[in-house]
C-alpha cells in the first residue's frame, strides 16, 4: 500500500510504522490519522507480524500534536467530530488492537503525539524526548483520549499539573512518573525496541491478544472519553480558542479573552 504521510517496514516478526512529516514535527493531519489507521489495520491481518514499533521520523519529534493548522477555524460541532472520529480511528483502534505497539518516543511528544504514544501499549524513550499535553495554551483541551490515559498512567495530581500548566516534563521525569519504560539514547532506541519486540514476538499471539483485552477491560469507562470529546467540542465556541489557535499559526503569544 502506498502512504504520503507515514513509511512501513516489515523485518520478519516485527513491523515499524515512521510518521514521516518531519518538517512538521509528525503533526497528525487528517490524511496521517486515516494512514496510520489503514497501516495498522492491514498489519494486524498479516499473521506473520507479531509486534508493531511507531516512531517519528527525524531526531526532534515524534509527534508534536494534532495538526493545529487543520482545526483553527472549525466550530463546535466540527470539533467534536475531529475528536470523535480521531479516537475511533487511531486512538482507540491502537490501544484495542490485538497485537502489541510499543511507542519509541524519539524528541515531542506533545499534545496527539502524547495523547498516540499513550493509546500504545506501552513506551520507550530517547533521551532527548519531551512531553506534555499542552492544548489549553491553545483553548482547547486534549481530545484523542489525554483526559483518561494521561490519569491512568501517571496519577490524577501530576495529570491534571501536565494538563493545567501545559508544561512539559523530560525523558527522565516521564520515566520516574511511569509515563515510559525506559530511556535510551536516540541512536539506541530502535535497536532497543527492536530487541523487547523480539522478545515478545517469541510468547503466544493468542495469548497475548487476550492479556491486551483483559488489562484494557479494567480501564474502560467510555463515559469519559464521551465527557471529553463533548468538553473538546465546546472549546471550539470560545474566543478562547479562536485567539489560542491563531496565535500559534501567527507565532506569538496568545493574550486570552477568557469567554
Ligand atoms: N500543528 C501544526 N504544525 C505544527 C505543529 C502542530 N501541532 N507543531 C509544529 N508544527 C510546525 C510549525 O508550525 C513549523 O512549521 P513552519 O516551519 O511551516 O512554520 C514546524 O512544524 C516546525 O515547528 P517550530 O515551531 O518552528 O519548531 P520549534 O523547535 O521552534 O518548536 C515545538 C517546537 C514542538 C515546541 C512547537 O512546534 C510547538 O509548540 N508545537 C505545537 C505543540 C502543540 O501545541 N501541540 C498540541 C496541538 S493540539
Same mark, same amino acid.
Given at each position: 500500500?502506498?502512504? @504520503?504521510?507515514?513509511?512501513? #517496514?516489515e523485518?520478519?516478526? !516485527? ?7 518531519p518538517n512538521k514535527l ?6 496521517t490519522?486515516?494512514?496510520l489507521?489503514?497501516?495498522f489495520k ?5 499473521k ?9 521520523s ?5 509527534v508534536?500534536?494534532a495538526?493545529?493548522?487543520?482545526f483553527?477555524?472549525f466550530?463546535?460541532k #466540527? ?6 472520529k480521531?479516537q475511533k480511528?487511531?486512538?482507540d483502534f491502537?490501544?484495542?488492537?490485538? $497485537?502489541?505497539?510499543?511507542a519509541a ?10 495523547? =498516540?504514544?499513550?493509546? &500504545?501499549?506501552f513506551r !520507550?524513550?530517547s533521551d532527548?524526548?519531551r ?6 495554551? =491553545? +483553548?482547547?483541551?486534549?481530545?484523542y483520549g ?5 490519569p491512568q498512567l !501517571?496519577? $490524577?495530581?501530576r495529570a491534571? #499539573?501536565l494538563?493545567m500548566t501545559? +508544561? ?8 520516574s512518573y511511569g ?6 539514547s536516540l541512536e @539506541?532506541?530502535?535497536?532497543? &525496541?527492536?530487541?523487547l ?6 510468547n503466544s499471539?493468542v495469548?497475548i491478544?487476550h492479556? !491486551?483485552k483483559?488489562v484494557n477491560t479494567g480501564?474502560? @469507562?467510555?463515559?469519559g472519553?464521551?465527557?471529553?470529546i463533548k468538553?473538546?467540542?465546546q &472549546? ?5 480558542f479562536?485567539?489560542g489557535?491563531?496565535a500559534?499559526?501567527n $507565532?506569538? $503569544?496568545?493574550?486570552?479573552p477568557?469567554?
Amino acid at each position: 500500500m502506498h502512504y @504520503n504521510n507515514i513509511l512501513v #517496514e516489515e523485518n520478519e516478526a !516485527i513491523a515499524t510504522v515512521t510518521i514521516d512529516r518531519p518538517n512538521k514535527l509528525n503533526a497528525l493531519n487528517r490524511e496521517t490519522i486515516q494512514e496510520l489507521h489503514d497501516a495498522f489495520k492491514a498489519l494486524e491481518s498479516k499473521k506473520e507480524v507479531k509486534v508493531i514499533i511507531l516512531t517519528g521520523s527525524g531526531e526532534k519529534a515524534f509527534v508534536a500534536g494534532a495538526d493545529i493548522s487543520e482545526f483553527a477555524d472549525f466550530s463546535e460541532k #466540527e470539533g467534536g467530530k475531529l475528536a470523535a472520529k480521531g479516537q475511533k480511528l487511531l486512538f482507540d483502534f491502537v490501544e484495542n488492537l490485538s $497485537k502489541p505497539v510499543v511507542a519509541a518516543v524519539n524528541g515531542f511528544a506533545l499534545g496527539g503525539g502524547l495523547e =498516540l504514544a499513550m493509546a &500504545c501499549h506501552f513506551r !520507550i524513550a530517547s533521551d532527548n524526548a519531551r512531553m506534555g499535553l499542552p492544548e489549553v495554551s =491553545l +483553548g482547547v483541551i486534549p481530545g484523542y483520549g489525554g483526559t483518561q490515559r494521561l490519569p491512568q498512567l !501517571i496519577g $490524577k495530581g501530576r495529570a491534571m #499539573e501536565l494538563i493545567m500548566t501545559a +508544561g512539559m516534563i523530560d525523558a527522565g521525569n516521564a520515566l520516574s512518573y511511569g509515563l515510559v519504560n525506559h530511556v535510551v539514547s536516540l541512536e @539506541n532506541l530502535l535497536p532497543f &525496541c527492536e530487541d523487547l519486540a523480539g522478545k515478545i514476538a517469541k510468547n503466544s499471539p493468542v495469548a497475548i491478544s487476550h492479556a !491486551i483485552k483483559a488489562v484494557n477491560t479494567g480501564f474502560k @469507562n467510555t463515559d469519559g472519553y464521551s465527557a471529553e470529546i463533548k468538553a473538546f467540542g465546546q &472549546c471550539f465556541g470560545t474566543a478562547d480558542f479562536k485567539e489560542g489557535t491563531t496565535a500559534f499559526l501567527n $507565532k506569538r $503569544k496568545a493574550k486570552f479573552p477568557g469567554k
